[in-house]
């Protein structure tokens, strides 16, 4: 079974820089799985952040940025600010019509 | 503007069915391909199915929890897309999301619905 892998938690200072990752329980991550973020706060329905590894997403600030490094996907959130303090879900295309979840990560800006 | 709006949530038995629809507006729901996605109490975000457009084939896909239970199906004179839900299990508890789905190269969920919320228990 595949199992997409993220940090259950993470915590940045404000105006820090954050990296969270995306791996997988077997082999490692490339741009052909497609991988793809999301940003979710309490209560909302997610928001696409970033597609095809590294392009953002209509509207999103440019202080978040996706890529590879290393063996898995990677996000991350230069300057961190308050509200973005959320859950960061990645995804990647399986091949076959299938997507798969990672776990999310708890992220907390203080 | 996209907007995709679902319904049909609601409490059922285990063992029972139900049919979720989300309408779309906003853009040519004809050519686009549709996903559901669902969310657990208190858990992460987990892809359930989706449906191409009908000039790509209209085939489906679901995930394996679902597979042989849950059909999901489009109308496209309503812009609406469906997923039917039988055999209901306790675990298919979440709030179900409807997205929209970059497919071909890009492979992404880009517009999300508000989700509806379906509660299996007796």
């Known amino acids: 079974q595949i199992v997409v892998t993220q940090e259950p938690s993470f915590s940045v200072s404000p105006g820090g820089t954050v990296t969270l990752t995306c791996g997988l329980s077997?082999?490692?991550?490339?741009?052909?799985?497609?991988p793809s973020w999301y940003q979710q706060t309490p209560g909302q329905a997610p928001r696409t952040l970033i597609y095809?590894?590294?392009t953002r997403s209509s509207g999103v600030p440019d202080r978040f940025s996706g890529s590879i490094l290393g063996n898995k996907a990677a996000l991350t959130i230069t300057g961190a600010q308050a509200d973005d303090e959320s859950d960061y879900y990645c995804?990647?295309?399986?091949?076959?019509?299938?997507?798969?979840f990672g776990g999310g990560t708890k992220l907390t800006v203080l | 503007e996209v907007q995709l709006v679902e319904s049909g949530g609601g409490l059922v038995e285990p063992g029972g069915s139900l049919r979720l629809s989300c309408a779309a507006s906003?853009?040519?729901?004809?050519?686009?391909?549709m996903s559901w996605v669902r969310q657990a109490p208190g858990k992460g975000l987990e892809w359930v199915g989706r449906?191409?457009?009908?000039?790509?084939?209209?085939?489906?896909d679901y995930a394996a929890p679902v597979k042989g239970r849950f059909s999901i199906s489009r109308d496209d004179s309503k812009n609406t897309v469906f997923l039917q839900m039988n055999s209901l299990k306790t675990e298919d508890t979440a709030v179900y999301y409807c997205?929209?789905?970059?497919?071909?190269?890009?492979?992404?969920?880009?517009?999300w619905g508000q989700g509806t919320l379906v509660a299996v228990s007796s």
């Open positions: 997205t929209t789905v970059r497919g071909s190269n890009l492979q992404y969920f880009q517009y």
């Open positions: 906003g853009f040519t729901f004809s050519n686009a391909w």
């Open positions: 449906i191409k457009s009908k000039t790509d084939g209209g085939t489906t």
């Open positions: 077997s082999g490692s991550v490339s741009t052909s799985y497609y």
């Open positions: 095809s590894t590294n």
């Open positions: 995804v990647l295309y399986m091949g076959s019509g299938i997507w798969v």
